[in-house]
T-cell receptor, first 112, second 110 residues
Framework: DGGITQSPKYLFRKEGQNVTLSCEQN?????MYWYRQDPGQGLRLIYY???????QKGDIAEGYSVSREKKESFPLTVTSAQKNPTAFYLC???????????FGSGTQLSVL | RKEVEQDPGPFNVPEGATVAFNCTYS??????FFWYRQDCRKEPKLLMSVYSSGNEDGRFTAQLNRASQYISLLIRDSKLSDSATYLC???????????FGTGTSLTVIP
């Protein structure tokens, strides 16, 4: 079955540590996205990529980095510069930029 | 002003009731509209796209009012399983980004 796989489901970060969230899709979608969701708030865009080897900053990119070396993969690194990383992180993909989004099951990141 | 705004609720309705949510958007040059459903600590899942002529899927009806810049979702004969948060999503022509409302919380009570 085609879909988007995020891992891990839960992740804990220590102070000063970088952590990487995985996102893999086998839907053959060109566009991929990372969102952050905080309680009581809507989804906020961190980064998105429309094509391999290219990505754009979203509204809250500071403290995060991404890569898009393969069409199927769009990992997100939460760096030590992100001072408030505790949130629910959602990866999504779409066939094209204006097509409906499909989401992975999310990663809950917490700070130890 | 936020690009997309929703009444957060919560809406608590009895089983069998009809409930409607609205979502307003700020950019008149918006091209695509969707309603997503999100259960607690799960990913949003597409409920339905919203077309200019309005569309229906079983107990769910979505409508678009471009003049007043809002979309609506109507749920008839509410079921306990309809309890969730409903997110509206708008794509603007400029920037080609998805804009999410904060979600409307619905609880259907036995």
């Amino acid at each position: 079955d085609g879909g988007i796989t995020q891992s891990p489901k839960y992740l804990f970060r220590k102070e000063g540590q970088n952590v990487t969230l995985s996102c893999e899709q086998n839907l053959n979608h060109d566009a991929m996205y990372w969102y952050r969701q905080d309680p009581g708030q809507g989804l906020r865009l961190i980064y998105y990529s429309q094509i391999v080897n290219d990505f754009q900053k979203g509204d809250i990119a500071e403290g995060y980095s991404v890569s898009r070396e393969k069409k199927e993969s769009f990992p997100l690194t939460v760096t030590s510069a992100q001072k408030n990383p505790t949130a629910f992180y959602l990866c999504a993909s779409s066939m094209e930029v204006d097509e409906k989004l499909f989401f992975g099951s999310g990663t809950q990141l917490s700070v130890l | 002003r936020k690009e997309v705004e929703q009444d957060p609720g919560p809406f608590n309705v009895p089983e069998g009731a009809t409930v409607a949510f609205n979502c307003t958007y700020s950019n008149s040059a918006s091209q695509s509209f969707f309603w997503y459903r999100q259960d607690c600590r799960k990913e949003p899942k597409l409920l339905m796209s919203v077309y200019s002529s309005g569309n229906e899927d079983g107990r769910f009806t979505a409508q678009l009012n471009r003049a007043s810049q809002y979309i609506s979702l109507l749920i008839r004969d509410s079921k306990l399983s309809d309890s969730a948060t409903y997110l509206c999503v708008v794509i603007f022509l400029t920037g080609n980004q998805f804009y999410f409302g904060t979600g409307t919380s619905l609880t259907v009570i036995p």
